[in-house]
C-alpha cells in the first residue's frame, strides 16, 4: 500500500480533533478507567487522533504510535510526543504509561504476531496500569462486517483467543463489553437511532437466548485489561 493511502481510503482529514459524538463514545469506552491532569496515555494506532485530542482535553499527557505517514505528519504539527514502534519493544519505556490504548488496531496484526504485540502493550504500562483494546467482535456475525471491511485487517479477535494470550502475561480482563454507539442529539437523528438500539437489542437477546451465547453480539467490542 502507497504512504498515506490507508488515512486517505479512511477519509481522516480533521487530526487531532472530535466530535460531541465521538467525546460521548469515549466517555463510555472509558467509563472504569481515570482520565485526569498528568494521567500517561499511549494510543498505539492512533489513526486521526480524534481520543488523543479527548484524553488531551482532560489534561493527560498523551503520546502515540502509528505508521501511516499523515497521520504522523499530523502529530508532528500539533507537537504529539511520537514514538516508533521499535521503540515501544526495545524497554526503554517499560512501565512508563498509566493507559494503553488500541483502538480498532489489533486485528491488522498478524496471528503469528498477537503475543509479541500484546507483550509491548504490556511491558510500556505500569504495574496495576490498564490496558483498553476495541476490535470487531468475531465471536458474532453482526462483526463481519466491520471485520471484512477492511483488507488490512488480519486476525479475527474473539475474548478466548485475548485470555489465551493473557495467560503468558501478568494480565487479567477486568471488563468486556459492547462498544458504545451514541445516539447524539440531532432531532432527526436521535429517534432513528434509538429506534435502531432497541430493535438490536430485541434481536441481539433473542440470539443469546436461542443460542445460550455468554459474549456480547455487538459488532465491536472494547475490553479492559489490568
Known sequence: MRSNQYSSWKNWNN????STDESRIFEREFRDLVIATGTRILEV????GAFLAWAANKGAEI???????????AARKDGIRLYAPNELSSGSHAGY????V????IEHVR??????????LCEVCKPGGHILLRFPNSQSPFGLSPQ????THLSAISKGKLEFIFDQFPLEIVSYRAAPIPLGLHPLKFPVRLVKRILRSVLEAS??????FGTPLSSNVVLVAR
Open 148 to 151: 471484512h471491511g477492511d483488507f
Open 97 to 100: 504509561f498509566d493507559i494503553v
Open 207 to 212: 440470539i443469546s437466548f436461542a443460542y445460550s
Open 111 to 120: 496471528p503469528d504476531e498477537l503475543s509479541t504485540f500484546v507483550q509491548m
Open 45 to 48: 494506532g492512533f489513526g486521526a
Open 15 to 18: 487530526y487531532f480533533q472530535y
Open 63 to 73: 503520546s502515540g504510535s502509528e505508521v501511516d505517514g499523515a497521520a504522523i505528519d
Open 102 to 105: 488500541a483502538r480498532d488496531v
